[in-house]
C-alpha cells in the first residue's frame, strides 16, 4: 500500500476529521455514485443512518450537516465555512436538497438523517449507511462507508475497512515499518525526509510537491491567524470562551521579557488558535486528523520563530518526516480516537511533530525516530473523552500540551545517539492493543471520562 504526505495533510472543515470531514466526502462519493450510476434521475429520496461514535457523537461534530453538504455536491477543501450553516438551515426550511447540486429531492431533516447512539456496524466504529429511494419507496442504490480517521473514507471492500484504499503504485523506497525505514536510509546514505521525497516523486514533480506543501503550510498560518483575531463564544452549548485573541494581545504587547519559557507561551497560543478555529467550523489542515490538527502547526511555528535559520526548505523537510512517521501509524495501528482512544488522534501528532522537529533541528534518522517514539510513548493509554461529544473540553487544551511535549520530545532525542530501549515500532504496536482493549465509552462517546464528570452548562 502506498501512502503519500498528502494523504496525511488535507484541507478540511472543522470540527473533526472522522466525524465532518470523512462524512462530507462519503455523502458526496455517494451522490456522485448515483449520478455515474446513472440511478440519478429515479432518485427521489436519500436516507442516511449514522452508528456507534458518529451516531453517538454526531450532533456535536456536525456529522448531521456533513452529510447534508456532501450530498449537495460540497467537499472539505472548499466548502464555503462562512455560509455552511445557512446551506443546512436552508435544505431544512425548504424540505429539499440538492444531489451533487443538480438533483432536486424531498429533504425531512430529522427523519432522513438518523443517528443511531447504541448501534454500530461491524467493521469499524465510525459507519455510516447511505440509502436512495424512487417514487414507491423502493431502494435504487445502498452504500455503506467507513470514516476510519483523518478524514479518509473505506467502503465495505476494503479489507478490514480500517485502511485507505489499496494504492498499488510501486514506491522505489517501500517501508512499513520504522525498522525498515531506518535500513533504507543506513544503506542509501539518505535523511528520512529524502526518502519520503523520493518516494514522493512517484506522484509528483518535487517543484509540485514543494508548491502543494507550502500551500498546506499557508492554510496552516492563515488558520492560526484567523484564531489569534477572532473572539466570542465557541459554538455548541458548553460556553468555552476563545482564548487565543486575548492570549495573542498580552503575548504581544509583552514583547521580549527574558522569560525563559516565552516560546512555550507562544507554541500554547499557536495550538489553542487552530484548535479554536477547528472548534468553531473553520478552515483547518488535517494534521492528521481535526482534533489534533493544531500540534504540527504549533510546533512549525515554534521552528519558524525561535529556530536560527528557519526557512520554507525546512517547512518541506518537517512535513515530510512528519509524514513518514504518520504513514507508520496509519498502516500499523489507527488515526482514529473513535477505534482507539485519543492515544491514536494527539499520540500520533505528537509523535509526528517530535519527529519533524527534530528532523529540522539536524537529527539523523535514529534521533528522529528516537523522538518520535517518545512523542507516542507518554501519549499511550491517552482516552478520547469530549465534554458535550464537542471537539472543545479537553481537546483544545490538549493540542498545546501535546505541541509542548513534542518540543520536548524532539529535543530530548537530539541529546543521545538514537539508541533507545523501546522502538517506535514496539511503541506502535502497544498503542494498537492498548486501543483494543480500551473500553469503547473513552472512544470518542462522551459515555466516559471527562464527558459524564464535567456538568455541561
Given at each position: 500500500m502506498a501512502l503519500s504526505v498528502l494523504d496525511l495533510f488535507s484541507v478540511g472543515i472543522g470540527p473533526s476529521s472522522s466525524h465532518t470531514v470523512g462524512p462530507m466526502r462519503a455523502a458526496k462519493r455517494f451522490a456522485r455514485g448515483l449520478v455515474d450510476s446513472a440511478d440519478l434521475a429515479a432518485t427521489v429520496r436519500v436516507t442516511t443512518e449514522l452508528f456507534g461514535s458518529l451516531g453517538a457523537t454526531g450532533r456535536g461534530h456536525g456529522s448531521d450537516k456533513a452529510v447534508v453538504l456532501g450530498l449537495q455536491g460540497e467537499d472539505p477543501e472548499s466548502v464555503d465555512t462562512a455560509t455552511a450553516d445557512d446551506q443546512v438551515a436552508a435544505a431544512a426550511l425548504d424540505a429539499r436538497l440538492r444531489l451533487d447540486g443538480r438533483h432536486e429531492i424531498d429533504f425531512n431533516f430529522d427523519d432522513d438523517v438518523v443517528l443511531h447512539r447504541r448501534k454500530s456496524l461491524p467493521a469499524h466504529p465510525n459507519g455510516m449507511t447511505f440509502r436512495a429511494l424512487d417514487h414507491t419507496g423502493a431502494t435504487?442504490?445502498?452504500?455503506?462507508?467507513?470514516?476510519?480517521?483523518?478524514?479518509?473514507?473505506?467502503?465495505?471492500?476494503?479489507?478490514?475497512?480500517?485502511?485507505?484504499?489499496?494504492?498499488?503504485?510501486?514506491?522505489?523506497?517501500?517501508?512499513?515499518?520504522?525498522?525498515?525505514?531506518?535500513?533504507?536510509?543506513?544503506?542509501?546514505?539518505?535523511?528520512?525526509?529524502?526518502?519520503?521525497?523520493?518516494?514522493?516523486?512517484?506522484?509528483?514533480?518535487?517543484?509540485?510537491?514543494?508548491?502543494?506543501?507550502?500551500?498546506?503550510?499557508?492554510?496552516?498560518?492563515?488558520?492560526?491567524?484567523?484564531?489569534?483575531?477572532?473572539?466570542?463564544?465557541?459554538?455548541?452549548?458548553?460556553?468555552?470562551?476563545?482564548?487565543?485573541?486575548?492570549?495573542?494581545?498580552?503575548?504581544?504587547?509583552?514583547?521580549?521579557?527574558?522569560?525563559?519559557?516565552?516560546?512555550?507561551?507562544?507554541?500554547?497560543?499557536?495550538?489553542?488558535?487552530?484548535?479554536?478555529?477547528?472548534?468553531?467550523?473553520?478552515?483547518?489542515?488535517?494534521?492528521?486528523t481535526n482534533g489534533a490538527a493544531g500540534i504540527i502547526p504549533a510546533v512549525l511555528h515554534y521552528y519558524m520563530m525561535f529556530v536560527p535559520g528557519a526557512d520554507d526548505d525546512g517547512v518541506v523537510r518537517f512535513l515530510l518526516t512528519a509524514a513518514a512517521v504518520g504513514i507508520l501509524f496509519k498502516l500499523n495501528a489507527s488515526i482514529s480516537g473513535a477505534e482507539v482512544g485519543c492515544q491514536g488522534e494527539v499520540g500520533s501528532a505528537c509523535s509526528m511533530a517530535a519527529a519533524g522537529l527534530c528532523e529540522v533541528l539536524g537529527g539523523t534518522p535514529e534521533q528522529v525516530e528516537n523522538a518520535a517514539e517518545v512523542g507516542i510513548e507518554h501519549n499511550l493509554g491517552l482516552t478520547c473523552d469530549p465534554v458535550g461529544g464537542l471537539v472543545q473540553i479537553p481537546c483544545i487544551e490538549r493540542n498545546a500540551i501535546a505541541s509542548v511535549k513534542a518540543i520536548n520530545a524532539a529535543r530530548l532525542a537530539l541529546h543521545g545517539n538514537g539508541s533507545h530501549k523501546v522502538s517506535l515500532d514496539k511503541a506502535i504496536k502497544t498503542m494498537r492493543e492498548t486501543g483494543a482493549d480500551m473500553k469503547t465509552k473513552y472512544k470518542e462517546t462522551s459515555r466516559g471520562g471527562l464527558a459524564v464528570n464535567v456538568i455541561e452548562c
Open positions: 435504487v442504490r445502498e452504500r455503506t462507508y467507513y470514516s476510519v480517521g483523518g478524514g479518509f473514507v473505506v467502503d465495505e471492500a476494503a479489507a478490514g475497512a480500517d485502511r485507505v484504499v489499496l494504492d498499488e503504485t510501486v514506491l522505489p523506497y517501500p517501508f512499513t515499518t520504522a525498522d525498515e525505514l531506518l535500513a533504507i536510509c543506513a544503506r542509501e546514505g539518505m535523511g528520512i525526509a529524502e526518502v519520503m521525497l523520493a518516494n514522493e516523486r512517484v506522484w509528483h514533480t518535487e517543484e509540485e510537491l514543494r508548491a502543494k506543501l507550502l500551500g498546506i503550510w499557508d492554510v496552516m498560518r492563515a488558520c492560526v491567524a484567523n484564531g489569534c483575531a477572532a473572539e466570542g463564544i465557541l459554538p455548541g452549548g458548553l460556553q468555552v470562551p476563545r482564548r487565543a485573541p486575548a492570549l495573542h494581545t498580552a503575548l504581544t504587547e509583552a514583547g521580549d521579557t527574558g522569560d525563559p519559557l516565552r516560546a512555550m507561551e507562544w507554541v500554547n497560543l499557536f495550538a489553542l488558535a487552530v484548535n479554536e478555529e477547528n472548534a468553531a467550523g473553520g478552515r483547518i489542515v488535517t494534521a492528521p
